[in-house]
């Protein structure tokens, strides 16, 4: 703003008086007055948001006043203020994740599913799963961006629950007095615990026989194989949702 030197002037944020003449009419400490070779300039140190909005520079002569005005913009970087906390559901719930941000202008907000494949979803603020399955279990990232700075990032993560799948099973026949080992491995979360049977009884630990539980997998180990111990085998994987079964023979070779 310029002054014949002679002219009072004066500065306004909206309708508030910053500075009338050298007289200091606000109290925030980061504003002053820079008055020189007929400038009559307001100067604000840390600009932040809140200084965003119209200033009215008033140069009061003895003929009529000369307002002036100007918009300051204040541009902000992204930054996320809230995001989904985690979430475990079972398979086949809709699921709803939300992500809000602040900046100036207004960031773009985008949503990553953090696997090898990094599908990107360009949804704002909120995504939406219709009949999530497991493969869409895992890490999600929410992005906010405009082009002040680089874009702010939060992860979130989703749990999918389901019932058991037996998917490998298996035995290899061995002779008698040799060792046997059978092999159950099941997909589950939570993950599941495990049960052995032959025919109809169930099988536990000890003369002869041993089985680890190792998270998805069950190993069955019969130590010194006898006649009466070949035959039919099943493995039971249970946990809050359900349970599937699967068997297998134990042949003598």
Not at 40 to 46: A, F, H, P
Not at 204 to 218: A, E, F, V
Not at 237 to 245: D, H, K, P, Q, T
């Amino acid at each position: 703003c310029t002054s014949d030197g002679i002219s009072k002037g004066a500065w306004l944020n909206r309708s508030s008086i910053i500075f009338a003449g050298n007289d200091k009419w606000s109290v925030d400490p980061r504003v002053s007055i820079v008055s020189s070779g007929g400038e009559y300039s307001l100067q604000i140190q840390k600009v932040d948001v809140t200084d965003d909005g119209l200033y009215t520079c008033s140069v009061q002569s003895e003929r009529n006043p000369k307002p002036k005005h100007l918009h300051l913009v204040v541009k902000v970087p992204p930054k996320i203020y809230d995001i989904s906390s985690d979430i475990t559901v079972n398979e086949g719930s809709n699921v709803s994740l939300i992500c809000t941000a602040s900046g100036k202008p207004d960031p773009t907000i985008s949503w990553r599913h953090i696997t090898p494949l990094a599908r990107k979803y360009d949804s704002g603020e909120y995504l939406n799963i219709t009949g999530i399955t497991r493969d869409q279990a895992g890490d999600y990232e929410c992005s906010a961006m405009n082009d002040i700075a680089s874009p702010d990032t939060k992860t979130m993560k989703v749990i999918v629950k389901f019932a058991p799948a037996i998917h490998e099973m298996k035995s290899h026949g061995v002779g008698l007095g040799r060792t046997a080992l059978l092999r159950c491995e099941a997909a589950a979360v939570p993950t599941p615990s495990f049960e052995w049977y032959k025919g109809e009884k169930r099988i536990n630990k000890g003369q002869g026989i041993d089985i680890k539980n190792l998270s998805s997998r069950s190993v069955l180990t019969v130590t010194n194989m006898t006649e009466d111990r070949y035959g039919n085998y099943t493995c039971v994987a249970a946990n809050i949702l359900g349970r599937a079964n699967a068997s297998v023979p134990l042949i003598r070779k």
